[in-house]
């Protein structure tokens, strides 16, 4: 890795760790300098805001995000499937501090990076993502049809956001460990909004094709995000 692209690596690699401690409001771009082991003006040779670096941390993080699912899908397009799908992003989100705090608009970790309406960059480039696959199991009946696709992928979409808000709703939380709770999520899933019909070996591949396609495309956009923020000096 050239020099000045692994330096901007360990700038975000500080700012992440000092976000997720400190929190926006404290966490100062001499601080992650300090952390980083440079000086505080070489952090503006790269990025010309403390908010466009925060906003490259974040987009850095959904980044990995969706290489995870991309890696799960090309290890078996089965992994498309609405239950296996919600199972592997829920585990992946509740791995990932950052992800988590984006998902649920935490402002305590992410200040005023989370505007009025609750949204981030990252936040909207998640939901890109799962516009994209929403209309991929939808056009491949992956649903049940008992509903309209709108309001089945609008169920289907509260659920799962129910259980990513549920430690904020009650207190310790759902009381059940991370991938009991997972287990749970997907068994919710496949038998209230899954197709009762087993998809062929041929439909699910080209699913995960379609998925895979826009997942790629959606990740090349964050890393280029993250590139030309660190290069726009």
């Known amino acids: 890795m050239p020099e000045r692209a692994a330096r901007a690596e360990r700038v975000l690699d500080a700012a992440a760790e000092l976000l997720l401690r400190w929190g926006y409001r ?13 000086g505080k ?15 490259a941390v974040l987009v850095r993080e959904s980044a990995r995000y969706l290489r995870k699912l991309l890696v799960e899908i090309a290890a078996d397009p089965a992994a498309v499937l ?11 989100v509740m791995s990932s501090p950052l992800m988590r705090a984006m998902l649920v608009a935490d402002e305590e970790v992410l200040g005023s990076l989370v ?27 992956l649903l049940r049809g008992d509903l309209s696709p709108e309001l089945e992928i609008q169920g289907l979409t509260c659920t799962i ?12 939380g759902s009381g059940m460990g991370l ?13 209230a909004f899954e197709t009762r019909d087993t998809p062929s070996e041929e439909e699910l591949t080209r699913i995960a094709g379609d998925v895979t396609a826009f997942y790629e495309r959606t990740h090349a956009r964050c ?5 030309g923020a660190a290069a726009r000096n």
């Not at 956001?161 to 310790?172: E, K, Q, R, S, V």
């Not at 890393?223 to 590139?227: C, E, Q």
Request: proline residues 3%; hydrophobic residues 40%.
């Open 41 to 55: 003006g070489t952090v503006y040779l790269h990025w010309r805001t403390r908010d466009d670096l925060f906003q």
């Open 161 to 172: 956001m129910g259980f990513y808000l549920i430690d904020t709703a009650l207190p310790g």
């Open 223 to 227: 890393v280029d995000f993250v590139r």
């Open 82 to 92: 609405p239950n296996r799908m919600v199972r592997i992003g829920y585990l992946a």
């Open 179 to 191: 991938e009991t709770t997972a287990d749970v999520l997907a068994h919710i899933v496949r038998n």
């Open 26 to 38: 404290r966490t100062t771009v001499d601080d992650i300098a300090k952390r980083a082991g440079i």
């Open 115 to 141: 505007s009025r309406d609750g949204s981030t960059v990252p936040t909207a480039v998640l939901m890109l993502e799962r516009e994209g696959y929403d209309a991929a199991i939808a056009n491949g009946r």
